[in-house]
Nanobody, 121 residues
Framework: QVQLVESRGGLVQPGGSLRLSCAAS????????MGWYRQAPGKQRELVAT???????DYADSVKGRFTISRDNAKNTVYVQMDSLKPEDTAVYYC???????????????WGQGTQVTVSS
C-alpha cells in the first residue's frame, strides 16, 4: 500500500518559516488529492491545506496568506511552505494522500506518521 514519508519538523521562533515535504511511494496507479492536516494537544485533527493533481488548492482560514501548498507529480511529493508562523501553529502535522490502485479502483486514503512542529521563543 501507499507509504508517505514526511520530512522532519522542528522548533521555530514566532514569525519564522519552515518547509515540510512528504514523499509517496508504492503507488500502484496514481495519487489524486494530497494534503496536510495537523493536530494540537487536546484538539481534533484539522485540515491545513490540500492540493489536487491538477493544482487546485484549498486552505484553512487560519493559514491563508501564510502557508503555501505545492506538489511535484513526477516525484509524488507534496510540500507546505509555512511562513509567519505563530505559536498556535504548534501541532503534529500529518501528510495525507488519496490514491487509486487502478484506473477503475476506488480511492483510498493514506496518512503519514506525523511530524512535530513547535513554534516558540
Amino acid at each position: 500500500q501507499v507509504q508517505l514519508v514526511e520530512s522532519r519538523g522542528g522548533l521555530v521562533q514566532p514569525g519564522g518559516s519552515l518547509r515540510l515535504s512528504c514523499a509517496a511511494s508504492r503507488i500502484l496507479w496514481r495519487i489524486n488529492t494530497m494534503g496536510w492536516y495537523r493536530q494540537a494537544p487536546g484538539k481534533q485533527r484539522e485540515l491545513v491545506a490540500t492540493i489536487t493533481r491538477g493544482g487546485t488548492t484549498d486552505y484553512a482560514d487560519s493559514v491563508k496568506g501564510r502557508f503555501t501548498i505545492s506538489r511535484d507529480n513526477a516525484k509524488n511529493t507534496v510540500y507546505v511552505q509555512m511562513d509567519s508562523l505563530k505559536p498556535e501553529d504548534t501541532a503534529v502535522y500529518y501528510c495525507n494522500a488519496k490514491a487509486q490502485n487502478s484506473p477503475t479502483g476506488s480511492e483510498r486514503e493514506y496518512w503519514g506518521q506525523g511530524t512535530q512542529v513547535t513554534v516558540s521563543s
